[in-house]
């Protein structure tokens, strides 16, 4: 088993800057990707990023491409999404992903097996 535990999320004006991080424990040798998704109210939980853990190879959704960075720290099993020039919607719960097994893509939600408790990004106008 592998925990993830989310911080950093809260609240800030548009064209401001929030860095989350997602702190892993447990089998941490298992692990094979992390990533992000979020979920705004009254919609489906969305891809955001994902880092290949070993080779640090990253993906984005087009929504955040140029706006945020993934990157990890693997002496900490810890993972970070930089968010810069947010929006107002991004506002979500953003929720810390891991999966042991490269299930042959980074973007869907069966993609991983372990999901953090989440942490709310407010985006103000």
């Known amino acids: 088993q592998v925990q993830l535990v989310e911080s950093g999320g809260g609240l800030v004006q548009a064209g401001g800057s929030l860095r989350l991080s997602c702190a892993a424990s447990?089998?941490?040798?298992?692990?094979?990707?992390m990533g992000w998704f979020r979920q705004a109210p009254g919609k489906e939980r969305e891809f955001v990023s994902a880092i290949k853990w070993s080779a640090g190879r990253t993906m984005y959704a087009d929504s955040v491409k140029g706006r945020f960075t993934i990157s990890r720290d693997n002496a900490k099993n810890t993972v970070y999404l930089q968010m810069n020039s947010l929006k107002p919607e991004d506002t979500a719960v953003y929720y810390c992903?891991?999966?042991?097994?490269?299930?042959?893509?980074?973007?869907?939600?069966?993609?991983?097996?372990?999901w953090g408790q989440g942490t709310q990004v407010t985006v103000s106008s």
């Open positions: 447990g089998r941490t040798f298992n692990i094979y990707s």
């Open positions: 992903v891991a999966s042991p097994i490269y299930s042959g893509s980074y973007s869907q939600v069966n993609d991983y097996d372990y």
